[in-house]
């Protein structure tokens, strides 16, 4: 790819009647830094935001005014990456994929060999994450993602990153909470009896990847956690995409007699139509029938607050998820937020990007960590030493203090994963509340969380 | 004379075909005329610009005096011009009572005239009846085109030409594949036709029965007007003796 | 057994819905030969135009529902006049190509004024009862009125097309264009009515399947793809074949989901296709036919 870049540059230099010597030095003037984003067409709502935090980011970082702090502390003087004794300029282009494959691809090879980007931020449909990877990862072109939630960012590959948790490191997480011991769970005012003599498990979701994986790491989880619950991925029941009627889904789900059912959707018509439906076939956890599992879009308080809006009470008791961000927040973390959220909203609000939700806070954190990892890096060509100045620092983030990567305990070398958290949330009295359970080195384990290659 | 078709040097030229050349002529109101000529002489091309099934390059068609050339073809036809094909276009999924309404719809210039053909007066149903009955179809009301002989077929398009409710009928070749019985046959209920009022261009090759029944002809050759006249002057025009009625025999 | 039956009712209530659908995509194809992708937006947007309606206004189902059918049949007529009157003459390509346009173009305007984050539910009568026979089978009271709503358009559309002028005219036109001018008939007024009744039947049938749970910008698809194979099954532009089609891909959908897989179903379409293909190749009705 060096040489196509090369290429390019040398022939707008040309076309401007430059010297060719002194168009490589203007290569390295400015680091390209380019991202694929579903800005238009269905999905557009998860696009809209990662690219209006990556470029809020990129912005600040220009400004010299980043929010949030490296650990250990990097320079944030503004007017670009501090190398040497030099500025380099960061320069943002993203396109729009429209939810299409084949267009993110595209704009995938044009930001790498037109424009000549460093680091690609993006695709997130998982089904283009794999593609993208297999054109980033020969040319050792970094690749970043903060809310693809996939192992397909990182599982086998050097260049992958993946600032979020994934499906599988979630569902890790929610199977550990229900194989908690009585006693730990009334330490944090839960009643045990929510569990006892429940043994099946059931898994519903949309037909994707992130299902896919999600279900095998609810498998997984299980097992891990004592094998007090029975589930086999081959159970697992998914539904297409622009599903109307969930009746013949819920049914095959209800047919298995589930105590507990994993709800793995983030897609709220979906997760409302599935809720309504359940109750209608008897896999009521209203009543305490079943226990519903859902992830941090079941635990939204605008979730639970549409759910009683449809006539679904999600404050049985029965009904537990989890979010990956801090609900009890330091200080510290709190007043950076603050500090965000303003700049944020000031400048997105009213277009249609929309306020500040906890998702863009993510994208927010990953982008100006990687820039501190660039300038720690003190290159901006040479992406092995990017990779691990970056992978060597830790990030008092919006999230909350301390973020890192994991770091395997087989090589002892770090990944490209973040080291998530994951908070164990119930609902009462139509709000949401945080358990006082959270989760995370324990978190990281098998195949689809580490490995050298994603199992088939 | 009355005319009631008026046709001023009407041509049309397909690529390197002139397929029409300046025709001009005029057809009497309540008359049965002849259109004749040799294969390729431009009959049918002539009845597409007449009905605006194909556009004219030049020339104008005055129908009851009234310009028709540049209206579009269901103007021209709900103008009361009707006419059938050389090949069947019956609505080939209807039947043949569906096929009769179906011309019905649109139709009627007729009614406002003092005309009196089968199929003219009364509602609906009773104009479909009378004119299935006027034919004999009556016991072919359900049959699709295609379950009916070839005569049936040839009535339930006039049939539904003439549900139109047409001030004029233009036919072409509708005694294509007919014994001479079957020829005479449709002729007569032409003739009845004509006594209700209704003018008819008829087109054909069989030139005895057209000699025969036509009362005025009118020969086309290479796109262009050869000649015109009763059938005894047509018969004895040197020129249409050459390059027709001779090379027929 | 009374699994089976379930799925039986499942399937029902869907393929009604999947018929509705469909009967428009098949009148296009019969009357004026075209195949209009955005068919499924229409769908889609009909629904929305029903949650706008009910849940929106606060007005009765029937009302959004008689007000998907009218906006989805000007929006029908719209489309005639900007983009198939235009490309009349061109390939069938360019108008499948200009149809898709308008799909994307659709999705991405509903998805701006609604988004896809929130639920749009809309209130169908009998949304929460059911009627239940014996212990575990259940007939939801909505896909009773979903099935009789297709039940009545389907008689009101066999009425309008086999019993009046306006369905003579459309059956002219379609079995001979040019004879049918000849008759009178224009063209144009034709392929308004018909684009018409198309986007009509498509609003009707996004408003039912919204009905069942909810309303979302990707929903038009399943049942675009779902009408196609119908259309090709039932004989392209026969309406008996719409409903028995769709009838046989909804059962068969529901009974393939629940017996042989969860993600199977969305293969049902492509087996049925490649069936019809290799057993009779002009679908279960005759010609391309045009009669019912
Ligand atoms: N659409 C067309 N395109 C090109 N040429 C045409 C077209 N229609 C007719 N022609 C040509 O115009 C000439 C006249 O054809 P037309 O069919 O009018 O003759 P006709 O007198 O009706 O012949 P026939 O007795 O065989 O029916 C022929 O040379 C024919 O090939
Ligand atoms: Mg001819």
Known sequence: MRGSVKKAFVGAAVAAGLAVGGSAAQAEDVFKFGGVFTLSGPASFLGLFEEAAVRLAVEQFMKGDCIVEAIPAQPCEGGGLKIGDKKIPIEWKAYDDVSEDKKSIDAVTRLVEQDGARAIWGPRMNSAVLSAASILDPQSIISICAICSSPAMTVGRKWGHDITDTGVIEKHAISKFISESPERLKEHGIDPKIFEGRKKTG??????????????????????????????????????????????????????????????SYIVPDMLAIMKEMKKQGLDFETGKIVLLGNDVLMLQFLVDLAKKEGIN??????????????????????????????????????????????????????????????????????????????SLKINGLRGPENQFFVRPDTGEVTGQLMATEYIIGVKDDKVFYTGINYRDDLFFGPYVYGDKLPK | MDPILEIRDLSKRFGGVEAVKAVSFDVPRGSLVGLIGPNGAGKTTFVNLVSKHESPDTGSVLLDKRPIHRLPSFKVARAGLARTYQKNRLFFEESVSENIRTAMIWGGAAKHQDLSYPGLKGK???????????????????????????????????????????????????FAGFSREEAFDLIDHLKVCQKGGLTMLLIDHNMEVMLEVCEYLFVMHHGALLASGTSAEVRANPEVINVYLGAET | MSAFAQQLIYGTSYGMNLAVAAAGLALLFGVYRVINLAHGQLIM????????????????????????????????????????????????????????????????LALRIWGDFEARPINMPGEEGAILLGEDIRIDFARIVTIAITIAVF????????????????????????????MGIRKREVAALVFFIAGA?????????????????????????????????????????????????????????????????????????????????????????RRA
Do not use: C
């Open chain 1, 203 to 264: 898994f519903i979701g949309r037909n994707e990847l992130y299902t896919v994986h999600g279900s095998i790491g609810w498998e997984e989880g299980l097992k891990q956690w004592g094998g007090k619950y029975s589930y086999s991925d081959a159970d697992k029941v998914l539904f297409p995409q622009g599903t109307t009627d969930f009746a013949p889904f819920v049914a095959k789900l209800a047919e298995q007699k589930p105590d507990i059912v994993m709800m793995d």
């Open chain 1, 314 to 391: 999600m404050s049985s008791g029965y009904v537990w998820g989890w979010q990956e961000h801090n609900p009890a927040q330091d200080p510290a973390t709190l007043a950076r937020v603050e500090k965000y959220v303003k700049i944020y909203n000031e400048k997105y609000g009213s277009t249609e990007v929309g306020n500040s939700s906890p998702f863009d806070r993510g994208a927010y954190d990953a982008a100006i960590w990687f820039l501190y990892g660039v300038q720690a890096a003190g290159t901006i060509t040479d992406n092995a030493a990017i990779v691990k100045a970056w992978r």
């Open chain 2, 124 to 174: 609906e149903e009773e104009r479909t009846a009378e004119l299935m009955e006027f034919f004999a179809l009556t016991a072919q009301r359900d049959a699709l085109p295609s379950g009916l002989s070839h005569l049936h077929r040839r009535r339930a398009e006039v049939a539904q030409a003439l549900a139109l409710a047409p001030k004029l009928l233009m036919l072409d070749e509708p």
């Open chain 3, 45 to 108: 947007f009909g629904g929305y135009i029903a949650y706008v309606v009910t849940t929106g206004l606060g007005l009765h189902f029937f009302v959004g529902f008689a007000a998907a059918m009218v906006a989805m049949g000007v929006a029908g007529v719209i489309l005639e006049i900007s983009v198939f009157r235009i490309l009349q003459r061109r390939p069938a390509t360019d108008q499948l190509l200009a149809s898709l346009g308008v799909y994307m173009m659709i999705g991405i």
């Open chain 3, 155 to 182: 008689a009101v559309l066999y009425f309008v097309v086999y019993r009046t002028h306006l369905g003579r005219t459309m059956r002219a036109t379609a079995q001979g264009p040019e004879t049918a001018t000849l």
């Open chain 3, 201 to 289: 039947l498509g609003g009707a049938a996004g408003a039912m399947l919204g009905g069942l749970f909810n309303v979302r910008p990707d929903m038009g698809f399943q049942p675009l793809l779902m009408a196609l194979i119908i259309i090709i099954f039932g004989g392209m532009g026969s309406l008996i074949g719409a409903i028995i089609a769709g009838l046989v891909l909804g059962i068969l959908y529901n009974l393939t989901v629940f017996y042989v897989g969860s993600k199977l179903g969305d293969l049902v379409p492509f087996a049925v296709l490649l069936i019809i293909l290799m057993v009779r190749p002009q679908g279960l009705f005759g010609l391309p036919g």
